[in-house]
């Protein structure tokens, strides 16, 4: 294939394919190229080569020609014609209320449509705004939501280790970084240590990515089992280092445990399946002292659980005390002692209990049964005098009602009428 040359038109942009042609032309030329848009002016990141056609859309563009210098003082006049279409635009936002942020404003190389880049929460209705925009540019206008990667790439910035970003520095695409790689790599998996300047996962995480996942082929994991070839120790892994390919193992010599380290080319072990694990719990106490611990541990145990059972025996034998205080003799417990109580709070005798089947009562004999008939004979003609008296005193109170309407009346006839001005049922008229 013929000289193919690599064009990106912007700082770190995503690289376009073309064929350089006749034209002698090295890297950091401007050239002007044909593209979607137009007209476009680029400048060479990959300088001619022969290149195969695996992997290129075929055919490929050839270049225009390359930049002169009008078209360099064409690229300097649309930079500076940026810088207030991005004033206009964000006062016009700002006038309407608009919810999004502008992050950069730019023209194309024949100045036939200018796109504005913002970011947003969520959808934005900026319908007008474009057609505000355009009545003041007269030109074409196009507006592009972009995301908060996209933003710092724009933007630019230092990021912690003091040099340019990576994404506004050299790199043309985004790749996918996970956490995965900063646990690989073992770092820290605190946000603000492995976040850029955008709020994602650093970039410069996928960089060594590869290096770290071969060399954790030939490192053992924490908690696994090695032995050291040089002097026979077997011991569990307590740390490794992965950059200088050495793990420190907890080993037994004699009646102490220290902490030995060692190449991994010298250690013995079987590969876990495991990544990362924590470290694991290993008490660097000689033997005689674990011992004692030991013991010590599981008397304590003992004299617990032997005090759990005895207050637990000692409070079922105040339970059961307390319950046989509580039920007196001839009562079935408290439900039964509580229907023995009149409705006043006074206790009931003995047999005048309400529930016939209790325990403590006893049933009514043929003579308590003609007794309580007798009781309500006698309460009967009671009442029945009651009733007498209360209809005559009824009747005589009737009658009494009876006389003061007829008196009552008898004065409104012969005054004609309720006097005005005086009390009602008083006879005669209001003097003059």
């Known amino acids: 294939m013929g000289n193919v040359i690599g064009v990106h038109f912007r700082t770190a942009g995503k690289i376009y394919w073309y064929d350089a042609g006749e ?5 950091g030329d401007a050239v002007i190229v044909e593209t979607s848009r137009g007209k476009e002016y680029g400048t060479v990141v990959v300088p001619p080569h022969e290149a195969s056609e695996r992997g290129l859309n075929q055919p490929l563009k050839e270049i225009l020609r390359p930049a002169n210098r009008i078209d360099i003082e064409q690229e300097t006049a ?7 279409a991005f004033r206009i635009c964000r006062e016009k936002i700002a006038e309407r209320g608009l919810e999004m942020k502008l992050i950069n404003a730019e023209y194309t190389f024949d100045n036939t449509k200018i796109l504005f880049y913002f970011t947003a929460d969520g959808r934005v209705d900026f ?15 196009e507006l592009r939501q972009v995301g908060v990667r996209d933003e710092t790439k724009m933007i630019g910035g230092y990021g912690i280790c003091g040099r340019d970003l990576c994404c506004h520095a050299y790199l043309p695409d985004f790749s996918p970084v996970s956490i995965k790689m900063a646990k690989e790599q073992n770092l820290s998996l605190n946000p603000t240590k492995i976040s850029g300047s955008c709020g994602r996962l ?21 908690g696994d089992t090695a032995t050291a070839t040089a002097d026979g120790l077997t011991g569990i892994v307590f ?63 003992r004299e617990q659980a032997i005090q759990a059972a005895m207050e637990r025996q000692q409070q079922e034998q105040e339970s059961g005390a307390s319950g046989a205080d509580a039920r007196p003799d001839g009562e ?3 439900r039964k002692r509580n229907r023995n109580r009149r409705r006043d709070g006074a206790e009931r005798p003995a047999g005048e209990g309400r529930n016939r089947s209790g325990r403590g009562e006893r049933r009514q004999g043929p003579e308590d049964r003609r007794e309580n008939a007798g009781r309500r004979d006698g309460d009967g003609g009671s009442n029945a005098g009651d009733g007498r008296e209360n209809a005559g005193r009824r009747e005589g ?12 009346n008898r004065s409104r006839r012969r005054g004609g009428g309720r006097p005005q001005g005086g009390e009602p049922g008083a006879g005669g008229q209001a003097p003059q």
């Open 202 to 222: 650093m970039c410069c995480l996928n960089n060594e990515e590869e290096v770290y996942e071969e060399i954790n082929k030939r490192m053992p994991g924490v």
């Open 332 to 334: 079935g417990g408290g």
């Open 397 to 408: 109170d009737g009658a009494n009602n009876g006389e003061r309407r007829n008196n009552r």
């Open 23 to 27: 034209h002698e032309l090295k890297r």
């Open 78 to 84: 649309n930079r500076e014609k940026e810088k207030d």
């Open 239 to 301: 740390s490794v280092d992965i950059l200088r390919e050495t793990a420190r193992i907890v080993v037994d010599v004699g009646d102490e445990r220290e902490i030995h380290e060692y190449p991994v080319s010298e250690l013995d072990f079987v590969k876990s399946n495991h990544r990362r694990r924590k470290k694991p719990k290993i008490d660097l106490r000689s033997k005689p002292d674990q011992k004692v611990a030991k013991e010590q541990a599981i008397k304590n145990a």
């Open 127 to 141: 319908r007008e705004l474009v057609k505000e925009l355009a009545a003041t540019f007269h030109t074409r206008i």
